[in-house]
């Protein structure tokens, strides 16, 4: 039994095109101490996914209508709100992707993680304010007795991350959902968090869920990776399986996205790839393969039916194309 | 925000809190200033000056309608029954600014908890609260605060109730729309998942976040009170057993056009509390908007 078990989950949304289906059917699973990378485009589910776990899906017009999350064998789904509750924050915590917004300006950051300390530990305010100060530093805040007495915007983007770390660890959570952690910062500043990252996760044994869509930040942090596409999981394997073998014709196009500074075949840097067209608006999924528009390998089978994630049970894909062995 | 500017040295980037940010900023604002000052001056005028003057209000102490200077004794003159003015102005003005005071908390409290409410729980709750509220926008306020005061004892109390009942519509509407405003936030998101309950983020996380507009509308809220409190001693249905600046222009309003002091003077009083409240009210406005901070 793996730590943290999403199983056939499906997610609902009531919209003005009716009822659209945000996550449909998507599996997952993470070990203690294990970091897996979920990867995709803007609007592939990904944060959909991590509300789903933290229970915080916004309902209405969200809805889990289908599909179990367990932690540690425990229903998250149909647990009380009161239980959901106590294991946020404790069990469960997320670090979110802009560090602008996700903290309170009118409280410092010493208060706020003191305060995320006082609601599931049974400790004095002092207490929990030397608690957050000894997290402050431990998440590598200079000065960080005197920066606990500073408001949100008197630290700077990577601080303010740091600080919504600390606050994230601050109970020890079993998993850590980091929702695009490095999005909003400096590219030096990315290396640090994720070393951080990668420190605080040896030290507590943690399960890491990253969700990104950086393909760099996935080969710096995931032992595994799941990318998805239009609400479902469309290849999943080992980290280095999938940067150096993606079988998905969407993977090697993420793959390919990945900037390369060095010198190509003519001397000259090798021009940026993309991938042509967006993710199709979830109404407008039909029948088949949600790829196959902006597919270079897409046939007749890609219009039909929607390919299932099949192959070896430790890099499956769910491409016709790869199933039927074609270039 | 000057205080994120990184090139300000580290001691003037520590402005401490969101507040304190804000009164430095109250401090430079002159007209604000002046309106602080003067109502300070008002208040300590209303608490103590009775004291000093040591006059009765309520005594005939001299013939009706004495012309205000005409005696060194009485320097704003008495009124139509020969009650001196000054003493009336300085009794007058406690009760005038309580109830002021008490109509505008008792507005925040009813309108920001149902605004709250609203405002975060939306759907159903957020429906009903809001045509609870509407109910009571369309009731005409003097009209309702007259009907209230007279069914009840025309007294204070009943009179800053009145007042609270007829105006919390306006507070209510603004703290939903901040609420709904923020509740869509990252650090209310954030809150929730570090298991915050929703009690908690609604008074711990939002509200002191919704605070400056409200400060605000208080502020403003106040002088409005004071008006209507005015306004109802002038229509006669003021508390008579208390002396008050209303009461004073409702009593010698019959006589304007013989003697024109008697009501003239109460109402300078009001206008300049009004004014000064007002001015307070414009300059925390100004000192919450962020977007005005560089001028």
């Known amino acids: 039994m793996a730590l943290l078990e999403i199983d056939e989950l499906k997610v609902t949304f009531r919209t003005r095109h009716g009822p659209v289906t945000a996550l449909d059917g998507v599996s997952l699973r993470v070990e203690a101490g294990e970091t897996l990378g979920i990867v995709g485009e803007s609007g592939c589910g990904k944060s959909i996914t991590a509300l789903s776990v933290m229970g915080l899906v916004p309902s209405p017009p969200g809805n889990i209508a289908g599909g179990a999350i367990r932690l540690a064998g425990e229903d998250l789904v149909n647990t009380s709100p009161r239980r959901l509750r106590r294991l946020r924050g404790s069990e469960i915590a997320m670090i979110f992707q802009e560090p602008m917004t996700s903290l309170n300006p009118v409280f410092t950051a010493g208060d706020q993680i003191a305060e995320a300390i006082m609601l599931h530990q049974n400790v004095s305010r002092a207490e929990a304010l030397s608690r957050a100060v000894a997290l402050l530093d431990r998440v590598g805040i200079p000065e960080a007795r005197r920066r606990a007495d500073d408001y949100p915007h008197q630290l700077s983007g990577g601080m303010r991350q740091r600080v919504m770390i600390a606050m994230a660890v601050s109970c020890q959570p079993k998993v850590l959902i980091a929702d695009e952690p490095t999005t909003a910062l400096d590219v030096t500043v990315q290396a640090q968090i994720f070393d951080l990252l990668n420190d605080l996760q040896r030290e507590t044994g943690a399960a890491i869920m990253l969700i990104t869509h950086d393909m760099g930040a996935i080969a710096e942090m995931a032992d595994r990776v799941a990318v998805m596409y239009a609400g479902r999981v469309i290849e999943e394997g080992r980290a280095d399986d999938i940067l150096d073998l993606p079988k998905h014709p969407y993977t090697r196009g993420l793959i390919a996205c990945i900037p390369n500074v060095g010198k190509g075949e003519g001397g000259e840097p090798p021009p940026l790839a993309e991938i042509p067209g967006v993710v199709p608006p979830l109404h407008l999924l039909g029948a088949g393969c949600a790829f196959r528009e902006r597919c270079g390998s897409a046939f007749e089978r890609c219009a039909a039916e929607r390919p299932r994630l099949l192959g070896p049970a430790a890099h499956p894909a769910a491409c016709h194309a790869v199933e039927e062995g074609r270039p | ?295």
Do not use: C
């Open chain 2, 1 to 295: 925000m000057s205080a994120a500017d990184p090139a300000a040295p580290r001691k003037a980037a520590r402005a401490e809190s969101p507040l304190r940010e804000a009164w430095v900023m109250f401090r430079r604002n002159r007209p604000a200033m002046a309106g602080l000052a003067l109502l300070v001056l008002i208040i300590l005028a209303t608490l103590y000056g009775a004291l000093l003057y040591g006059g009765d209000p309520y005594e005939i102490v001299w013939a009706p309608h004495e012309p205000p200077g005409a005696t060194p004794e009485f320097p704003l003159g008495t009124d139509y029954l020969g009650r001196d003015i000054v003493a009336g102005l300085l009794t007058g003005g406690g009760p005038t600014l309580a109830v002021g005071a008490a109509a505008a908390l008792l507005t925040m409290l009813i309108g920001v908890t149902i605004g709250a409410l609203a405002g975060y729980f939306g759907g159903a709750i957020d429906n009903l609260l809001m045509r609870f509220t509407e109910f009571f926008q369309v009731l005409p306020a003097l009209l309702f605060a007259m009907v209230l005061v007279t069914l009840f004892s025309p007294s204070l109390t009943m009179i800053a109730i009145a007042i609270g009942l007829v105006s919390w519509p306006q507070t209510a509407r603004l703290t939903r729309a901040e609420f709904l405003k923020i509740r869509k936030l990252e650090y209310v998101t954030a809150a929730r998942a570090i298991g915050a309950r929703d009690g908690r983020i609604m008074w711990r996380v939002i509200l002191p976040n919704a605070l400056p507009p409200l400060i605000v509308s208080a502020t403003l809220t106040i002088g409005v009170a004071i008006l209507f409190e005015a306004g109802l001693s002038f229509l006669g249905l003021g508390d008579p057993n208390t002396m008050s600046w209303g009461l004073m222009i409702g009593a010698n309003r019959a006589y304007i056009l013989s003697a024109w002091w008697p009501v003239t003077f109460p109402g300078l009083a009001i206008f300049l509390t009004v004014f000064a409240v007002s001015l307070v009210g414009d300059g925390l406005n100004d000192a919450f908007n962020p977007k005005l901070r560089e001028r």
